[in-house]
Nanobody, 123 residues
Framework: QVQLVESGGGLVQAGGSLRLSCAASGRTNSRYAMGWFRQAPGKEREYVAA????????YYADSVKGRFTASRDNAKNTVYLQMNSLKPEDTAVYYC????????????????WGQGTQVTVSS
């Protein structure tokens, strides 16, 4: 029903910045809240950020608060995650996800997922 494709990952030094994009296609005319999650090798999936359909409400995990900013452009069916002051512990595969209704920080409540994009932060 909805397809999500992340992009913008790469290799960056600690203290640097990256902007991830998540482009949606398919049935994108519904009020989807979006979330960002990440997963490092050998670790469980971790909540990063969430943004409401309007983009007015954003939420962040404590580990990224003040450094990451989620935004969205519904006209482009795209959600962004601006990542600043990156740390080596931010290294992970980053996923965007979509769900109907309000935001959530629980990955099991999301209905659609992208394929992920690798973010590697070197020290």
């Amino acid at each position: 029903q909805v397809q999500l494709v992340e992009s913008g990952g790469g290799l960056v030094q600690a203290g640097g910045s990256l902007r991830l994009s998540c482009a949606a296609s398919g049935r994108t005319n519904s009020r989807y809240a979006m979330g960002w999650f990440r997963q490092a090798p050998g670790k469980e999936r971790e909540y990063v950020a969430a943004i409401s359909w309007t983009g007015v409400s954003t939420y962040y995990a404590d580990s990224v608060k003040g450094r990451f900013t989620a935004s969205r452009d519904n006209a482009k069916n795209t959600v962004y995650l601006q990542m600043n002051s990156l740390k080596p512990e931010d290294t992970a595969v980053y996923y965007c996800a979509a769900k109907l209704g309000g935001t959530s920080n629980y990955f099991n409540e999301y209905d659609y997922w992208g394929q992920g994009t690798q973010v590697t932060v070197s020290s």
